[in-house]
């Protein structure tokens, strides 16, 4: 996986800017439907690494984080029922993300391709509008805990369908287009693990979303992966793909299971 790019420190990986945060969440949501839109009929009921979830689930899930976002009283049905069930899961907001999916189990692929085209569009509209007044504003979230409400607009949701689509291409084999929008992705998440595990390393991510970094001086060790199957190590999904990784194995595995957020 040797790559011949020059290698970046993360210090200097700029931060994504709001306008440029909304575009690569744009992007992010074509790429999903289009990668729906491909898939043959027995894909929608594989199994994916978001278990127990399968490819329709992940819509689903997809689907009513727009929707509730986009009305008040949908949000608020899926909270309070999410309450109301919240004993048989880790958190609330599994609790939820569990209400959205089994609320719509009966809708059929294309129907979820329909409302998946009409919702997304509309929801990034509003992130858009909302995410620069509301940034500052601080919410808790039961997977990442106190969070501003504009990091999750501007970064979360969007890394959320970046994973969801390497869960689906995991799944039923499919072909995932990667590119200078999945770079930026892969490349912010780097810098935020990096922030948080003080990792010392090089890390070489192959491929056309892949780039060479320096985290801290970078003579601990080099690490090597591609950039799909590190997102999904530090994403929290189970330890797949290749990882290899030259000098301070113990302490490249300690840094990696710090993660970051999604």
Not at 12 to 22: G, L, Q, S
Not at 41 to 68: F, Y
Not at 238 to 256: K, L
Request: one cysteine or more; charged letters at 25%; glycine letters at 6%.
């Amino acid at each position: 996986m040797a790559t011949t790019q020059a290698v970046t420190s993360v210090e200097d990986i700029p931060r994504i800017p709001h306008a440029e945060a909304m575009e690569l969440a744009r992007a992010q949501n074509d790429s999903f439907l289009a990668e729906l839109k491909a898939l043959d009929s027995e894909d929608w009921e594989k199994v994916t690494d978001c278990a127990p979830w399968t490819v329709r689930d992940i819509a689903a899930h997809v689907l009513a984080w727009g929707e509730a976002s986009l009305s008040p009283k949908e949000m608020a049905h899926q909270m309070s029922k999410g309450f109301r069930v919240r004993k048989d899961w880790p958190n609330v907001v599994d609790a939820q993300n569990a209400v959205q999916v089994e609320e719509r189990k009966d809708l059929t692929p294309a129907e979820l391709v329909s409302r998946l085209e009409s919702t997304l569009p509309r929801f990034v509209k509003l992130r858009d509008r909302l995410s620069p007044v509301l940034k500052p504003i601080p919410t808790y979230n039961g997977l990442l805990g106190w969070i501003s409400v504009g990091v999750v607009a501007e970064t979360i949701l969007t890394r959320d369908t970046f994973v969801h689509r390497i869960d689906i291409a995991e799944a039923t084999g499919k072909p995932m287009h990667l590119g200078p929008f999945e770079k930026r992705i892969v490349a912010d998440c780097v810098k935020e693990w990096a922030k948080g595990s003080k990792a010392d390393a090089i890390v070489e991510l192959s491929g056309p979303a892949g780039g060479s970094y320096r985290l801290g001086s970078g003579v601990r060790a080099t690490i090597k992966s591609s950039p799909t199957d590190l997102t999904r190590i530090l994403s929290g999904r189970p330890r797949g793909g290749s990882v290899e990784v030259e000098g301070d194995a113990t302490a490249a595995e300690r840094w990696i299971s710090v993660g970051c957020r999604f």
